[in-house]
């Protein structure tokens, strides 16, 4: 009831959120606006939307792929709507990914599979996910170096993600010297993080306790972990292929509104709307994609009034789809989890 309740919530502030924002920041080219929308072709949307239908079970094949790396068995549509209700968790209920991991930890235990393997392939996935994606925020950063549209901002949000990336790499790699180290390493980050944000929400974000409790749950999946570097490869490219899906998406919507790009329009863009998603205070980005993707567009010589609507489409395929099918995989793995209570 607290999830339902606190997803009620946030769809009616976000919904009126995006609304104001959009008129606000449309209104005074609403007319070429229209004019954009009139021009769009169901066709490519249609194929955008197939897509990340494809992206969902590529999402699931990558867990797959990491699964019997740490020699686990599980079903690809399985682990597709696992990470689908995990990511719905993670909009929904902010709590620094601890409630996507949640649900891939309680899948395991009904499925009979280890915890700490279970959460170091969430791990993993999310390290593979961040090296593919600096691969491809490097040629975006590329292009917008050589347009002369690099900014502050962005180089500091790209700092950020870095330092993020190495960390998650710094802890995995002290968690295969010692887990002790790694406890202490994640407890010290913790009372970091608490330091910092004790003064705004007045209480501490994160225990203490359940840096060394995580540490020893992934004992188990790091010591399972294959010495062989070569068999992480294929992970890794399922990673890229992920961010390459993620592109297409991006010049469907393009093509949808017959706006002229370039690659380097559709790279920039998109890394750097996928960057601010990432580094956002906020889940998904939401609130801030919507403002720095039409900006870093126009920046790139897009129509305002395109960015704005190739913006809309964008998200609308890469943030509401997934929503809606986590909101499905969520309750599904919710009222499995009832039936087997009652049974």
């Keep these: 009831m607290c999830i339902i309740a606190s997803m009620r919530k946030f769809l009616v502030v976000l919904v009126l ?23 769009g072709n169901l066709w490519y949307l249609l194929l955008a939307f197939l897509i990340q239908i494809g992206w969902f079970f590529l ?58 393997r279970v959460t170091l392939a969430a791990a993993l996935f999310v390290l593979f996910d961040m090296a593919a994606f600096l691969a491809v925020l490097a040629l975006g950063m590329v292009v917008l170096v050589r347009r002369n549209d690099l900014d502050a901002g962005e180089i500091t949000a790209s700092l950020i993600l870095l330092a993020i990336a190495s960390t998650l790499a710094f802890t995995l790699y002290l968690g295969t010297r010692s887990v002790d180290a790694m406890g202490g390493f994640l407890a010290r980050l913790t009372r970091l993080a608490n330091t910092i944000l004790r003064p705004f929400i007045r209480r501490d974000y994160l225990r203490e306790e359940r840096a060394y409790e995580f540490a020893h749950e992934m004992a188990d999946g790091l010591a399972s972990l294959p010495q062989r570097p070569r068999s992480l490869l294929k992970p890794l490219f399922l990673a890229f292929l992920n961010k390459g899906l993620l592109i297409c998406i991006l010049l469907c919507a393009f093509l949808s509104f017959q706006v ?74 919710h009222l499995g989890k009832n039936k087997e209570g009652t049974a």
């Design 17 to 39: 959120f995006l609304g104001v924002a959009f008129v606000i920041l449309s209104f005074s080219e609403l007319e070429q606006t229209v004019e954009t929308l009139q021009r």
């Design 260 to 333: 002229l790009y370039s690659p380097g329009t559709i790279i920039g863009g998109f890394a750097i709307g996928y960057l601010f998603m990432i580094v956002s205070p906020t889940p998904s980005g939401i609130g801030i994609v919507e403002g720095v993707l039409p900006l870093t567009l126009k920046s790139l010589r897009v129509v305002w009034s395109q960015a704005v609507v190739i913006t809309i489409a964008y998200r609308a395929m890469t943030f509401w789809v997934p929503l809606g099918f986590g909101a499905w995989a969520f309750r599904s793995l």
């Design 59 to 116: 999402v699931g094949i990558t867990y797959r792929s990491l699964y019997r790396l740490l020699g686990m068995r599980e079903s690809i549509l399985n682990l597709t709507r696992v990470a689908a209700a995990a990511t719905f968790v993670n909009v929904i209920m902010p709590t620094a990914g601890v409630g996507g991991i949640a649900i891939f930890v309680n899948a395991a235990k009904k499925d009979g599979h280890p915890t700490g």
